[in-house]
């Protein structure tokens, strides 16, 4: 492996590594946005008892919804990511393939994030005020993450050994018996 490819691999070990830590801030975030939409989702319901009960209770399900999707979206990234940036030091053919799967995945997960969503905006107090702007802003930075490691990997010329120049005596002989079959 020439230098400058251990430096793409070094630098996109860390970026992935920092994908890692900043899903699991997401992660810690959510923690203290769980412990609030509780509560906040109780006394919705209750104030809404004598009006458009149905239309309450289908934005509390909807935010609880996209809350507990992006919490366990954060724990996938996180564990995901914090394994491909050990595994993309492997010189093997499938950790490129794997790791844009994965980040493609994931940036995919991102974008259709609800933080963005009818459900936030329309129900803004059963979250805390700060956690749609973080999470969007941390959601921000990991596709930046994800789309700069695919770039970085997609210029190096190959992450794995090179193919041998001389045939496996193996591979020859399975085409010569296959070409002697009837």
Do not use: I, N
């Amino acid at each position: 492996m020439t230098g400058k490819q251990k430096r793409v691999v070094w630098v996109c070990s860390a970026l992935l590594g920092g994908f890692a830590v900043v899903s699991a801030v997401m992660v810690l975030d959510a923690v203290p946005a769980w412990r609030h939409y509780g509560p906040a989702a109780d006394s919705y319901l209750r104030l809404y008892t004598g009006y458009d009960r149905e239309h309450a209770e289908s934005l509390t399900s909807s935010v609880r919804t996209g809350l507990g999707y992006q919490t366990g979206l954060a724990v996938v990234a996180a564990l995901a990511t914090a394994g491909l940036a050990v595994v993309v030091h492997l010189r093997r053919r499938w950790v490129r393939a794997t790791v844009w799967c994965t980040l493609g995945a994931l940036g995919m997960g991102l974008l259709f994030s609800f933080t963005a969503g009818e459900a936030t905006r329309e129900a803004s107090e059963l979250l805390p005020p700060w956690y749609p702007g973080l999470t969007a802003a941390l959601s921000a930075v990991l596709l930046a993450t994800a789309v700069v490691v695919v770039v970085l990997m997609s210029k190096v010329e190959d992450f794995h050994e090179p193919d041998p120049r001389e045939p496996d005596p193996r591979w020859e002989s399975f085409v010569r018996r296959q070409a002697e079959r009837p």
